[in-house]
């Protein structure tokens, strides 16, 4: 796909989600917190005040599944990986009850989503977040503390 980046593939797991929701309601509570971008220090220092965290994941499902209180997925694209501040939070919500993720495309994003929103009550994933490197490209998070 040319012009292809992590915010097309966003944009596009974004869109689907949208025509989804007829089968998924619960997809009505995925969005996106704008942390990534330029901005003046001023600018920055104003969102900084009002709570702006930077390594918050870029899709944030508050949708409960399964034996999860939500999803959490970071995307990335090429040859990009997760900050220290990406893992540091997704490891805070993955001890706080929440599925979290690393994917590199909307396809994968789509699949694990379309996963999580049939997990029956008490459910877990097929997988957990240190076996998805396999499955979806999920950096072991091996250090662990």
Same mark, same amino acid.
């Given at each position: 796909?040319?012009?292809?980046?992590?915010?097309?593939?966003?944009?596009?797991?974004?869109?689907?989600?949208? $025509?989804?929701?007829?089968?998924?309601?619960?997809?009505?509570?995925? $969005?996106?917190?704008?942390?990534? @971008?330029?901005?003046?220090?001023?600018?920055?220092?104003?969102?900084?005040?009002?709570?702006?965290?930077?390594?918050?994941?870029?899709?944030?499902?508050?949708?409960?599944? @399964?034996?999860?209180? @939500?999803?959490?997925?970071?995307?990335?694209?090429?040859?990009?990986?997760?900050?220290?501040?990406?893992?540091?939070?997704?490891?805070?919500?993955?001890?706080?009850?929440?599925?979290?993720?690393?994917?590199?495309?909307?396809?994968?994003?789509?699949?694990?989503?379309?996963? $999580?929103?049939?997990?029956?009550?008490?459910?877990?994933?097929?997988?957990?977040?240190?076996?998805?490197?396999?499955?979806?490209?999920?950096?072991?998070?091996?250090?662990?503390?």
């Amino acid at each position: 796909m040319q012009g292809a980046s992590e915010t097309t593939e966003q944009q596009a797991v974004i869109e689907w989600a949208k $025509y989804a929701q007829g089968r998924y309601p619960g997809l009505k509570n995925l $969005y996106h917190v704008p942390n990534e @971008g330029k901005r003046s220090k001023a600018a920055a220092g104003i969102l900084k005040s009002m709570g702006l965290s930077s390594g918050v994941p870029d899709l944030i499902l508050d949708y409960p599944a @399964g034996i999860y209180h @939500g999803l959490r997925i970071e995307m990335k694209y090429g040859k990009n990986t997760p900050s220290d501040e990406q893992k540091k939070w997704l490891r805070r919500l993955q001890a706080a009850g929440y599925f979290v993720a690393v994917v590199w495309s909307a396809n994968t994003a789509i699949a694990l989503l379309t996963e $999580y929103m049939n997990l029956k009550p008490f459910e877990k994933m097929a997988e957990d977040a240190d076996l998805l490197k396999a499955r979806y490209g999920f950096p072991s998070l091996e250090s662990r503390k």
